[in-house]
């Protein structure tokens, strides 16, 4: 076993558990899809009153499974290694889809559904 061997080994780890990560946030996002109540965004608060339950959990559940695939394209720098520049670009761009998708859940999907 080469040194380099570990490096790899250990950023394909690293990768996996994104991946894993993001792909249980697009399970969220189905699991809203179908829910009968209205889906909650927020942690620990009670969801407004919903004109149409349907069409929020549905505009919910793809937002988070829009978020959850972005999410995982955005880990593929993960994959070059330890001492990467490009990692960079995962951190800013995680931030960046954070922020984009709480304005889309706050201003497009609460202003459409809000009673």
Request: aromatic share 14%.
């Amino acid at each position: 076993m080469k040194k380099g061997d570990i490096i790899v080994s250990g950023a394909v780890f690293g990768f996996s558990i994104w991946i894993i990560i993001g792909f249980g946030i697009v399970l969220l996002g189905i699991i809203d899809i179908f829910s009968k109540k209205p889906a909650r965004f927020w942690a620990n608060s009670e969801p407004f009153e919903v004109k149409d339950v349907r069409g929020y959990n549905r505009a919910t559940g793809l937002l988070f499974i829009a978020y959850g695939l972005i999410f995982n394209l955005l880990g593929i720098p993960l994959l070059m290694g330890q001492n990467n520049p490009f990692i960079i670009l995962s951190m800013v761009g995680v931030m960046f889809e954070t922020i984009v998708m709480m304005a889309v859940y706050s201003i497009v999907i609460t202003k459409k559904y809000k009673k």
